[in-house]
């Protein structure tokens, strides 16, 4: 789950982080209103949406008056923002967050996330902050250190010292920077977090440190823990679709090919998806319907697929283990009827009650095409939709 930079930076001032003062509205007479508390010469208007790229896009503007800020914020608040990160459909901006400016005088880049390679918690630290990270990757690598730390309660002074070595701080600084990282450890770990990028992280010429721009990802399947963290979902910013598959329990994520994935198993829905590919089309979708997947669902996971009008035909690929493939097979025949599916639907069934699965489907009198491995369904549906 990922949240909007004004949050981020609440969070980062909870646990003891610095973050320049700020004030976020849904509207400008709210902006307009809220920004009176600020003490600042000049004003940094920044659009909230969940993508990176703002600053390119013409969602971050420094300000010199109130009224400059007015207008700014009338021609910011709805409007698209298409960066590298929200696709050529773009985001609309729907809220503002204003604080204010500071004073730089060196930029940094520093991140933590979760290393499942080596089951650590992993911080990337670079002193080229405000770019890319993936850019500053290809062009100057000896620029970026990754520390990986064990997971444990509280992160060690060596370890600290290790992550913000590449910042080159005096000794004021220096202090600051290990609190820093032990504040974002701590938050980590508490929140269950995946990911806490600072991109930039400055030292001002006050020689403070600032976290100048925040992003934070967070465990969808431990959020029960955090249930304030969950208050701060923002279902604007998420694809209706994925939404309307997280009621049911599915994992979705839609993609831009022309054959819809049903499958049980993220593996084997990766795998699917990779066979697709092999034989020379792209799948519309990744879609898990998970291990006991039920009609109900199976009938969900059809009108989502069906609800993507770039899907030509749709595989299906199950392996029965805790689920039977009896009791899928008669959901998809319902649900086949149900929605008067009038595209190539191909089904492969493999594992418990295969047998009995294949039965159903064969005798719906529906036009249904059975495929006798994974290899065999693949080829069949890109040869149906072509």
Aim: proline share 2%.
């Amino acid at each position: 789950m990922n949240i909007h930079e004004h949050q981020a930076k609440e969070i980062l001032k909870k646990y003891g982080a610095s973050v320049p003062n700020g004030v976020m509205g849904f509207s400008v007479d709210e902006i307009v209103e809220k920004v009176k508390k600020l003490n600042t010469q000049k004003y940094v208007l920044k659009a909230q949406i969940h993508a990176g790229g703002r600053g390119k896009a013409g969602g971050i503007k420094i300000l010199d008056n109130i009224d400059d800020l007015t207008k700014a914020s009338k021609e910011m608040l709805g409007k698209i923002l298409v960066t590298n990160q929200t696709g050529p459909s773009g985001k609309e901006v729907k809220r503002l967050y204003v604080e204010e400016s500071s004073k730089i005088k060196k930029e940094f880049y520093l991140s933590c996330l979760v290393d499942r390679v080596s089951s650590k918690i992993a911080f990337i630290s670079s002193d080229q902050g405000g770019m890319d990270i993936e850019e500053v990757a290809k062009s100057d690598p000896e620029k970026i250190v990754t520390t990986k730390v064990d997971f444990l309660k509280e992160i060690s002074e060596e370890d600290c010292k290790k992550i913000i070595q590449i910042f080159n701080l005096d000794g004021h600084t220096s202090s600051q920077g290990i609190k820093l990282i032990k504040s974002i450890y701590k938050m980590f770990i508490s929140t269950d977090a995946n990911l806490v990028e600072i991109n930039p992280l400055i030292l001002t010429s006050e020689n403070n440190l600032l976290c100048l721009d925040a992003k934070m990802n967070f465990d969808d399947n431990a959020i029960f823990r955090n249930p304030e963290i969950l208050e701060l979902r923002d279902l604007n910013e998420e694809d209706p679709t994925e939404i309307e598959a997280s009621k049911y329990d599915l994992a979705y994520i839609k993609l831009g090919g022309s054959i819809g994935c049903m499958v049980n198993g993220a593996g084997l829905a990766m795998a699917t998806m990779d066979i697709i590919k092999l034989y020379g089309e792209e799948p519309a979708n990744f879609l898990d319907v998970g291990g006991g997947a039920s009609k109900e669902k199976v009938s969900a996971a059809f009108k989502i697929i069906l609800s993507d009008k770039n899907v030509k035909g749709i595989l299906i690929n199950i392996f029965g283990g805790i689920m039977r493939c009896d009791v899928l097979a008669q959901g998809v025949v319902d649900a086949a009827k149900e929605f008067k599916i009038n595209i190539p639907l191909v089904v492969r069934l493999a594992g418990t009650n295969f047998e009995k699965g294949k039965k159903i489907l064969d005798n719906s009198s529906l036009d249904i095409i059975s495929a006798s491995d994974l290899s065999d369904a693949a080829q069949k549906i890109v040869k149906e939709i072509k």
